[in-house]
């Protein structure tokens, strides 16, 4: 059977078109995190601790891998992330398959294990920041 031959600018509008969805996509990840992070920075402030954050590679165009953004949002307590211990920096991504804001939060546990924790981004801003949040992310 003969394939049918596509109109290469249709080709082309919708391939433009794909990659314009993807970039919006994968920058309104990148905002998303950028937004946490600053509002992680800003609670912890409150109580008196100086948290540090990083996107690194942020702004790449990126698709979901495994229910996750590949993007990453690096919190330091403990002075600017670049300097310090990697097993005290805990990582942020935003999920990918849940309809709502979710964050996954991963660190490394005393005794070895990652530990994991997905919320809200008052939830997930509380649990960093170890700051009481007066209202939650659960909508009534």
Known sequence: MAQQKTNPKLEQALTRGDLAIRQANSARATALLRALGKMIIDASATIGVEVSTLIPDGDRIYDPADGLWPQV???SLDGAVEEADPDEVRTVRLLADDPGTVFRVEWHRADGKIGRQEGGPFA???FISDVD???????D
């Open 73 to 75: 949002l690096l919190v």
């Open 133 to 139: 949040i007066p209202w939650s992310d659960d909508e």
């Open 124 to 126: 997930t801003v509380a």
